[in-house]
T-cell receptor, first 111, second 113 residues
Framework: GAGVSQSPSNKVTEKGKDVELRCDPISGHTALYWYRQSLGQGLEFLIYFQGNSAPDKSGLPSDRFSAERTGGSVSTLTIQRTQQEDSAVYLC?????????FGPGTRLTVL | RKEVEQDPGPFNVPEGATVAFNCTYSNSASQSFFWYRQDCRKEPKLLMSVYSSGNEDGRFTAQLNRASQYISLLIRDSKLSDSATYLCVVNSPKWDSSYKLIFGSGTRLLVRP
């Protein structure tokens, strides 16, 4: 079946612009996660959705980051006023049990 | 101290070799344990879950020692295609219902002809 999909695959933006990253989870997976992987860094958790609710936003690095999920399916991660330190690969994962399955990621470059 | 610690490697081994990776985790309340594989510029892919009883999937064997908070992965008869970064992963402790994943920094494996 179809896996987790993310768009765009690559995004280059200028410092100060807003960006939106999209995630389509595996159908039927109620849990959705956003992580990011910076150059030379490990993966770090950003936010967790159960259905349309986000009970854990503890990993969002600043109030410039926000996310929403609609219809228990698609999720959008928004970064406002991007900074160079936001450059990273943003990965989405979905799950219906303990195991999480990742999408291909969005590589964000902030110039 | 990092929550999940791994030797970064790289481990450079010939085809057919047996190689073992180790990992330690700091939170004794972690409930679930995994090995993920990540190829260069790709997403992590679940290799296997790790159980206290140990589990095997073909050439791959994973072990968990809860008392020592230690996880291992053994790869037998290495193939060129096994070259990748292997991520040791635990989930958040039982009081955190998000089950978010906590990643080690990864161990890089290079299998040479």
């Amino acid at each position: 079946g179809a896996g987790v999909s993310q768009s765009p695959s690559n995004k280059v933006t200028e410092k100060g612009k807003d960006v939106e990253l999209r995630c389509d989870p595996i159908s039927g997976h109620t849990a959705l996660y956003w992580y990011r992987q910076s150059l030379g860094q490990g993966l770090e958790f950003l936010i967790y959705f159960q259905g349309n609710s986000a009970p854990d936003k503890s990993g969002l690095p600043s109030d410039r980051f926000s996310a929403e999920r609609t219809g228990g399916s698609v999720s959008t991660l928004t970064i406002q006023r991007t900074q160079q330190e936001d450059s990273a690969v943003y990965l989405c994962a979905s799950s219906w049990s303990r195991e999480q399955f990742f999408g291909p990621g969005t590589r964000l470059t902030v110039l | 101290r990092k929550e999940v610690e791994q030797d970064p490697g790289p481990f450079n081994v010939p085809e057919g070799a047996t190689v073992a990776f180790n990992c330690t985790y700091s939170n004794s309340a972690s409930q679930s344990f995994f090995w993920y594989r990540q190829d260069c510029r790709k997403e992590p892919k679940l290799l296997m879950s790790v159980y206290s009883s140990g589990n095997e999937d073909g050439r791959f064997t994973a072990q968990l020692n809860r008392a020592s908070q230690y996880i291992s992965l053994l790869i037998r008869d290495s193939k060129l295609s096994d070259s990748a970064t292997y991520l040791c992963v635990v989930n958040s402790p039982k009081w955190d219902s998000s089950y978010k994943l906590i990643f080690g920094s990864g161990t890089r494996l290079l299998v040479r002809p």
